[in-house]
Structures are given as C-alpha cells and as structure tokens.
C-alpha cells in the first residue's frame, strides 16, 4: 500500500523508498514504460500461497539434529551444498565453508560438481532429494568420505544399496563384549608363553639380565654395550662341551673326553646360535638391528666386536680340527635298506610282543616316509583326523597343513595329498600305526 500511495504520490516520506522509486522512474522513463500499481489483498492473489511455502531445496536439519550429527561425526569443516540462508553453522557459530548452486556473497564455489573435493576435511552434505544419486557417485569418483544426509523412503531407491555399500560403523553403533577379548588374549599369552620357543628365549633372556647385574658397572638393557655382549658369550663358553684342543696336544683331531689340559667351549655354531638369539632378543626390546660405534646405541649384539669375536672363534677351533656337527641325511635308498631289514627281522620266530610292536611301528614309519618323502618330523604329527581310508579300503589318503616346512601357511590340499596303496605296497600292518588312537 505504502508503495503504490508513494509512485502514485511521486515520493513519500521515506527517504529509502523515494530513492527507489527514482530508480524505477528513470527505468520506466529509459524504456518508455507505462507503470500503473494496483493493489490486490492476499486472499485474492494466485501467486501469494505458492510464494509462502517452503521450499525443499532450502531445508535444513534442525539444529538439535544437527548438532546430534556433529557430536557424532563432527566437527565438520564444510557444507558441500547449501545456500547463504541455509548453510549449518560450526560450534562457535561461524557458517561452514560452502558450495552454492548460483553465486552468493559468501560461496565458496559455484555447483558442487565442479569442485575438487579432495582437499576438504570431513566435509557434510545434506543434498536435494533428486540429487542423492549424483552426490554419491560424486563421492564415490572422488574417492572421500564425508557424511551425508538421506531420507529413508519406501520403496527402497536405487542408490540405497550404493549407501550401505560405502557406509560405515559409527563410534556409536559398534558393540564391544570385552570379556570375549580378554578371554581370547589371555587364551593367546597362555600359548606363546607356554611356547618352547618363547621358554628357552626368556630364559636366555633372565640369564643375560642376572649377567649384567653381576657386572662390575652394573649396565641396564639399553646402556650394555658390545664389551658386555661379548663377557657374555666368553662366560657361557664354560658351558661347552666342544675340547679345543692345543696344536701340539696328542688328541688333537679326536672327538670325545681326554685327559689334558686343553679348555672346554661352546662350538662355533652354538656361538652363532647365541649371537643370533641375542640379536633378536635386542630387536623385540625396541634396540633395533644396526649399531651405531659413534653413538654408542642400537643393538650391541650386531657390532663389529661381536662379529670379529664370532669369526676368531670359527678360526681357533678350525685350526683345532673341530669339525662342525651336522645332521645326517637320510636318503631313499638307505630307507629302503632298513626296511628290508625290519621286514627279516619280523619273518624271524620266537620275537617277543613288544619287540614285535616296536619293529612294526617302525617299519609303518619308514614305509610312509619311503612313498610320501615329507619331511620325517612333519609326518610325525599327522593326526588321525588327516588321515582318510579310501572306500574300497585299498588305501588311504592324507593331508596335513602345520609341520616345520609348512609352519604358518596352508598349501594346496592337492600338493600335501598322498594316496598310497595298501595292498600294493604290501603293507597290512599300516592301518595299526599310522593312525594313532
Ligand atoms: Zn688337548
């Protein structure tokens, strides 16, 4: 009203209003417009209602929703589509960085589509209905995660699955039964400590601590250094039982306990054994494997004192004619052999049960090694349940997945599958020992 008495009147009281009022005079005036106003009451107006709903591409989450939404995803830096009037505003109330569809005083950019999101840090999206799909793949090209807001509808929409896909568990949502991790931690420290491996490195372990304690500067873990690593394995060496005998010595040459005044030591490999042991023994208390001489630091049982220490033992007992003690291989032929000679032995009258139990045992053991050539300790802990009879009983089938070879990694079933032939081979006695109860 006021505006139409303001044209009509040419200017009113208002100095804002007149101003623009001059503007559109000289607009109307440019053009060669005829400008008449008339006033029409809400009610009678067609473009008033549609004019005062809300729009859906303006809405917003409410602001107990929102700041549900921060607390649980937050904080989040930036809107990644939202107009000046609607942009959500961060814990201090500052409005987010944001992607408008048009440009706005305050945008951070023009069309959310065109933005390169890789930069952004945990950004929040809250899109237009009909856009949802558009923003996911937008996402899902860009690669980033952000957090975005959808209507759940029914029926389900075509990128629902495309949501559950790449969505995640929130901090809120997972549940955690701490008796269950307890107990199955417990169950796993149970395991290794009652481990061989980890009894003889904790002892080796407690034994090197009480050296050290027993030495005159009193050196802790961290500050021993290689003189210490080193009395260390001298020390041990009254443990040997390898006679370094003197060059002139009469029993130069010959193994076993002698009557002379040549020293008792570990051999060479045992040394290296040790050294090796030491070594990671400092790398699992975090001392690395290097060692620095100028530093003083790192893992002592690596430095050149130890290393010269290990190769001057190796000479002595070389020029000691100490030969190194190695396991002897077993070949084919010589399985053979023994087993032909079990084989006479069992034809044999008059052998007791328990020699006859023993020399069975045996021979099931050598046969199986002969046809299935695994290694002879991993064939020792074949169970029962590995163990399959064929149907026709004409042999039988095995396949084990844990042995000194296979330790920590499962084959193909078909590479550790042996089918072997009782009646071919001639073995009725297979069946008794080779599946143990
Ligand atoms: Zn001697």
Redesign the pocket.
């Known amino acids: 009203m006021a505006v139409i008495a303001a044209w009509e009147n040419q200017g009113c009281k208002s100095r804002a209003l007149s101003c623009i009022m001059k503007e559109i005079f000289s607009h109307v005036s440019t053009y060669n417009i005829d400008l008449h106003l008339k006033y029409v009451p809400s009610c009678l107006n067609e473009a008033d209602a549609p004019s005062r709903l809300t729009n859906t591409a303006d809405s917003m989450l409410s602001e107990e929703s929102w700041l549900l939404v921060e607390s649980l995803y937050g904080p989040h830096s930036v809107d990644l589509m939202s107009l000046d009037s609607n942009v959500m505003k961060s814990s201090t109330g500052v409005p987010l960085k944001h992607f408008t569809p048009w440009p706005t005083p305050c945008s951070a950019g023009v069309n959310l589509f065109s933005q390169n999101l890789r930069s952004e840090q945990n950004p929040y999206v809250y899109p237009p209905f009909v856009l949802v799909f558009p923003v996911l793949s937008l996402l899902r090209e860009q690669g980033i995660s952000c957090t975005i807001i959808v209507p759940e509808m029914r029926p389900l929409p075509i990128w629902w699955p495309i949501l559950k896909y790449y969505s995640v568990e929130s901090g809120a949502d997972i549940i955690i039964d701490w008796q269950a991790i307890n107990d199955r931690t417990a169950d796993l420290d149970e395991r290794m400590t009652s481990s061989s491996d980890y009894k003889r490195k904790n002892s080796l372990f407690e034994t090197f601590l009480c050296f050290l304690e027993k030495s005159p500067k009193k050196p802790s873990l961290a500050t021993c250094g290689p003189n210490d690593v080193r009395n260390f394995l001298v020390w041990k060496d009254k443990f040997g039982k390898t006679?370094v005998?003197?060059i002139n010595?009469?029993?130069?040459g010959l193994k076993g306990m002698?009557e002379?005044?040549?020293p008792n030591r570990l051999a060479s490999a045992t040394v290296e054994g040790l050294i090796n042991q030491l070594v990671n023994l400092f790398d699992d208390k975090g001392l690395g494997r290097t060692w620095c001489d100028v530093e003083r630091k790192g893992n002592p049982a690596v430095s050149p004192v130890i290393k010269e220490y290990l190769k001057l033992v190796q000479v002595e007992q070389a020029k000691a004619h100490i030969l190194p003690k190695q396991a002897k291989p077993i070949f084919l032929t010589k399985i053979r052999s023994i087993s032909a000679f079990i084989s006479r032995e069992l034809q044999k009258d008059g052998s007791k049960l328990k020699e006859k139990f023993v020399l069975y045992r045996d021979q099931a053991w050598f046969k199986l090694q002969y046809f299935a050539g695994d290694r002879a300790s991993d064939l020792s802990i074949v169970v029962a349940q590995e163990v399959k009879f064929l149907k026709d009983g004409s042999g039988f089938v095995f396949q084990h997945t844990f042995g000194k070879t296979l330790r920590g990694f499962i084959l193909h079933p078909s590479v550790r599958t042996k089918a072997l032939n009782v009646n071919k081979c001639n073995l009725p006695n297979y069946a008794i020992f080779v599946v143990p109860d």
């Open positions: 006679t005998h003197d010595c009469q029993y130069l002698f002379c005044s040549c």
